[in-house]
């Protein structure tokens, strides 16, 4: 071989080694400047009793409406400190609620057109019934008088015929619209009977 190409050679294979010698140090200085993980918050990321969404959202609801009305009632006795604990019935307001699903849900009311208003006769059996005798007559006494209306409820041997009437006409197109549901849901009070219920302070 000739002395030129043999020199020429040898100098490529000095620069290729030259080139993988600062590969190797860049490589290792990357790895030495990389900044250094937080292990406490990879922990964290992934330990939590709650995992974050993605979209940062997290969930309300409380699967169950009845739970939902409950854990809202506790959460203001907790947090009142006045709460009289002694006092306090939290299983009244599950019953209430239970006869609140029975009303709701359960009943049969067939609707009666009458002079200013409409006449809903409301049955039910077993537990339905005895739903419908605490709640449609303790809300007849609420609501007499809203609106302009004539409420009232009396007893029959397969539940209550509830009658609301109005001398307004817009107020007759009103209480049949509303049918008999619509007329249990009027007023505000159910919240407060809620909260009055829970403190050990009234019963239906």
Do not use: C
Request: proline letters at 5%; zero cysteines.
């Amino acid at each position: 071989m000739p002395i030129r190409t043999a020199v020429t050679l040898a100098l490529v294979a000095a620069v290729g080694l030259g080139i993988g010698f600062l590969g190797i140090g860049f490589g290792s200085a990357a790895a030495q400047t990389a900044m250094p993980m937080d292990h406490a918050a990879h922990h964290a990321a992934h330990h939590t009793d709650a995992p974050a969404s993605p979209s940062g959202v997290v969930p309300t609801m409380p699967g169950q409406d009845a739970f939902g009305t409950i854990q809202e009632i506790v959460r203001i006795l907790e947090t009142d400190p006045g709460t009289d604990w002694s006092r306090v019935d939290i299983e009244a307001l599950r019953r209430h609620l239970v006869d609140m699903n029975e009303v709701t849900l359960n009943a049969t009311a067939v609707a009666t057109p009458v002079d200013g208003g409409a006449s809903y006769t409301v049955t039910g059996d077993g537990r339905t019934l005895e739903a419908i005798r605490r709640m449609v007559p303790a809300h007849a006494h609420e609501i007499d008088g809203v609106n302009g209306w004539t409420v009232k409820a009396e007893p029959v041997a397969t539940g209550v015929v509830l009658t609301v009437t109005a001398t307004d006409p817009k107020q007759t197109a009103h209480i049949r619209g509303l049918g008999f549901i619509g007329i249990m849901a009027q007023g505000g009070h159910h919240q407060m009977h809620h909260l009055a219920m829970a403190r050990g302070e009234f019963s239906h």
